[in-house]
């Protein structure tokens, strides 16, 4: 561990977990409200926007009078502002973190170059950083390959209004989160833009947007990770407020999966109440997360935790985000005795058995600058009652108030002077 590091000390409490969460704005939802504001030239402010780092990001930047912009870790304001900065008249520097330069941007780079959009790589061909010349762009038919990201195709979906004759996106392969890109048209319908998919396919004609007032729920990613330490204390009951099960947020599903191991959810106003009144879990679960890659740390931490095998799917694109997630998960579960193995690309797979002379007591949790393998491994300390987190900060990416929301409900979260593992 490096000397510099800035540790934290996880003690969980003992008994069930009890208390009321204001969980963080849909980051997911923020980003692409931005945008489409900006597109409409709206001069409603968006109510409820998340305090993320990277909508944070993307708000400064789409402020901004400057030419040169530096998105740090926010791969989601890299893929949207390449597109929208495309169609937006003048020469744009963009780039971002280490890390950021380390994940490709080829195929968006591709398709906007044949909608006309001049741009150019820096550095290496194919990742950041980027200059654009913004120029105007025309539509037709593009055919890109729906496996790789979704958020290439939602950066696409939300300028398409603004092109020459509109745009139809012709998806090849299995599409990876549509979840998400129904997200982007359903937002776009607030702001009256009209679109048309079907199978693989998607039309959305050349158009106006109609200035909207946005409000954000709560985000269903930050909420798993409530569900999991719910599910780990055993009992209790957990509000959390503005999340809604409204069919915009792909994620919303793991209502449904936490059912298998004792969680009710039910409506209560303007929150979502949880509770556990059962302590029973799955013999096995296998899971798809095509369309919820993000919750797939949470599940993988949880299953370990309470010694569920398992078998997942569907989480190809966990190898290009903040870190290279399916050897993070593999290697942090490791310090829990579990031998995960991706027996094929974007599978996770563990039969169960744990190995007693990889164990760490405490564990010390490495977090690959990764929001979160933070937030999915803090719940094990409900089993091994403590466990150390390196470089805890990660989670302004998207849930800043994290480990104070964590001392609410009694865990103590405290410093801890870096020491070797």
Known sequence: ??????????????????????????????????????????????????????????????????????????????????????????????????????????????????????????????????????????????????????????ALLMVAPTLDGGLTLRLKNRITSRSYITMTLK???????????????????EQPF????????????????????????????????????????????????????????REDGEALVITRHQKISPSRLDLRFHENPDVGQTMAALCVGLGVPFHFFGLETLRIKETDRIAALQHELARFGAMVTEPAPGELLWDGRRTAALEQNPPVIQTYDDHRMAMAFAPLALITRELLISNPEVVTKSYPRFWDDLRKVGFLVEEQQPREE
């Open 210 to 265: 109609l200035p909207c007032r946005f409000m954000v729920e709560a985000d269903w990613s930050a909420a798993s990770y409530w569900y999991a330490l719910l599910t780990l204390a055993g009992t209790g009951e957990i509000r959390l407020e503005n999340l809604r099960r409204s069919g915009l947020q792909g994620d919303e599903t793991i209502a449904r999966w936490f059912e298998a191991f004792g969680i009710a959810t």
């Open 187 to 205: 937002l776009l319908e607030q702001a009256g833009i009209r679109s048309f998919m079907k199978n693989n396919e998607i039309r959305i004609p």
């Open 1 to 154: 561990m490096d000397d510099q590091e800035r540790v934290i000390r996880i003690t969980a409490p003992a008994g069930g977990l009890s208390g009321q969460i204001d969980l963080p704005s849909s980051k997911s939802i923020s980003n692409r409200a931005l945008i489409i504001n900006a597109l409409a030239y709206s001069p409603y402010a968006i109510q409820n926007l998340s305090d993320s780092d990277d909508t944070r990001v993307m708000a400064a930047i789409l402020r901004s009078s400057d030419a040169a912009f530096d998105v740090g870790h926010a791969g989601t304001a890299m893929r949207f502002l390449t597109a929208f900065l495309a169609r937006t008249a003048g020469i744009w520097d963009i780039t971002g973190s280490q890390r950021m330069q380390q994940r490709p941007i080829g195929l968006l780079v591709e398709a906007l170059r044949q909608l006309g959009a001049q741009i150019e790589y820096t550095r290496k061909e194919g990742f950041p950083p980027l200059k654009i010349y913004g120029t105007h762009l025309r539509g037709g038919l593009l055919e890109m390959d729906g496996s790789i990201s979704s958020q290439y195709i939602s």
